[in-house]
């Protein structure tokens, strides 16, 4: 399969769409707090327009940050957690690797072996590769999952060693906090899906490199956002 690197088509946009889209994904900002951003900037811009344009480039966007990020480790971490949909109890299911990279989210309304095994897919097919280990919590439906996909992968179950990924979780739920919830479950997949690259994108580990050596994987991160969008040849 070839894979189109062509830049994203703006026509008849107007920029910086690019902008206002990392603004809202990578920030806990509102389409309004982007709007009054922008403003601040001399950009005159509506929170529709803002919405409209997170909508229609913000999982393109993340998609070309995904076949552009080198491969993933290959030792994943899996973890579920419940979020409240319209009153409803549905569950949020996150794999990240050993340094933090978000590798796939889906939202799902059971926490039983069929989602277990329907996330697995999810993951399989969409990165391609088989990891080295797998580390999850002590849920039934992982173990189950596990022996019916991937038997060849070592497994380790512990509420211990799955604090990665649990801690991946915690930039969603601030989201969660400030958008009040998510509307439906059709809302929260599309956005839960972009967020979570396009976040982890711009989160290096800081803790672990010094000052000079950040600011220089940051420079090479929003290099590769500018590619990514094509804001680097935009007029």
């Known amino acids: 399969m070839v894979v189109s690197t062509a830049a994203p088509s703006y026509k008849r946009h107007r920029y910086p769409s690019d902008h206002c889209v990392w603004l809202y994904f990578r920030f806990t900002l509102s389409f309004r707090d982007v709007e009054e951003?922008?403003?601040r900037r001399g950009v005159v811009v509506?929170?529709?327009t803002?919405?409209?344009w997170c909508a229609k480039f913000g999982q393109d966007y993340a998609n070309r940050l995904r076949r552009r990020r080198a491969r993933p480790g290959d030792k994943w971490y899996l973890d579920e957690v419940f979020v409240k949909i319209n009153g409803k109890r549905h569950y949020l299911w996150r794999a990240v690797d050993q340094d933090g990279t978000v590798l796939g989210v889906l939202v799902q309304s059971r926490r039983n072996t069929k989602a277990a095994k329907r996330f697995f897919r999810k993951l399989l097919?969409?990165?391609?590769?088989v990891p080295r280990a797998l580390v999850t919590d002590k849920l039934g439906s992982y173990q189950i999952a596990h022996r019916e996909m991937m038997p060849s992968v070592e497994h380790r179950r512990s509420r211990y060693l799955n604090n990665r990924a649990e801690l991946s979780h915690q930039p969603t739920r601030q989201r969660e906090r400030a958008m009040r919830g998510f509307k439906s479950p059709a809302h929260a997949q599309p956005f839960l899906s972009a967020f979570?690259?396009?976040c982890s994108h711009f989160r290096p580990r800081r803790h672990r490199l010094p000052?000079?050596?950040y600011r220089q994987v940051m420079a090479d991160r929003f290099a590769v956002w500018?590619?990514?969008t094509g804001s680097a040849t935009a007029a």
Do not use: F, W
Request: hydrophobic share 35%; net charge positive.
């Open 226 to 228: 500018r590619e990514s």
């Open 196 to 198: 979570g690259v396009i």
């Open 37 to 39: 951003v922008m403003l």
């Open 211 to 213: 000052a000079g050596e």
């Open 46 to 48: 509506t929170y529709e």
């Open 125 to 129: 097919k969409g990165l391609g590769y």
């Open 50 to 52: 803002i919405r409209r």
